[in-house]
């Protein structure tokens, strides 16, 4: 059974970074995820991509709140994907999550994620 294993979030003021790790584990051999991504919650919201990495082109999809100050990462020999937050705004303030799927077509679209991890917090003061 996948699990995915979230860490580094805090509290900062605005303007400040923050860096999430999300850790995979219990693919089984011979299996690959194909994407792994990350979704925030805020109170009373529904969840909200904010990037993806498709694992087998090394390639990252970013959405639009988080072009230009977040950037997503992988290190494939440790199974971690990587969320760096610069330039924090208030309103990056939520619940993060990481999610994987085993299927091809990575999106931002949190319906399309089989495995999620229970989530780290982040909380930008202003």
């Known amino acids: 059974q996948v699990q995915l294993v979230e860490s580094g979030g805090g509290s900062v003021q605005s303007g400040g970074s923050l860096r999430l790790s999300c850790a995979a584990s219990?693919?089984?051999?011979?299996?690959?995820?194909?994407?792994m991504g990350w979704f925030r919650q805020a109170p009373g919201k529904e969840h909200e991509g904010i990037g993806t990495?498709?694992?087998?082109?090394?390639?990252?999809l970013l959405s639009d709140s988080a072009k230009g100050r977040f950037t997503i990462s992988r290190d494939n020999a440790k199974n971690t994907l990587y969320l760096q937050m610069n330039s924090l705004k208030p309103e990056d303030t939520g619940m993060y999550y990481c999610?994987?799927?085993?299927?091809?077509?990575?999106?931002?679209?949190?319906?399309?994620?089989?495995?999620w991890g229970q989530g780290t917090q982040v909380t930008v003061s202003s």
């Open positions: 999610a994987a799927r085993f299927s091809d077509g990575c999106s931002l679209v949190s319906s399309d994620y089989n495995y």
């Open positions: 219990g693919v089984a051999s011979g299996y690959r995820l194909s994407c």
């Open positions: 990495a498709v694992i087998g082109i090394s390639r990252t």
